[in-house]
């Protein structure tokens, strides 16, 4: 099971998503246009991202 950076399971499609763009995008980090662009699942508008991005900030 991937793990949050604190690691606390994934077990939610959208965050393992998430979480996989946000790591390939390495040290440079990504935008939330940039996510936007990679049409993740369930992430068609800004405020869908939002919401996932702020969880993962929390945890780390």
């Known amino acids: 099971m991937p793990t ?4 606390t399971e994934i077990s939610d499609e959208r965050h393992l998503a998430l979480g996989q763009a946000v790591e390939k995008a390495g040290p440079r980090g990504i935008t939330v246009d940039d996510l936007m662009a990679l049409d993740l699942p369930q992430f068609a508008a800004r405020s ?4 996932p991005l702020m969880q993962w ?4």
């Open 4 to 7: 949050f950076p604190d690691r």
């Open 48 to 51: 869908c991202v939002n919401g």
């Open 57 to 60: 900030r929390k945890k780390g």
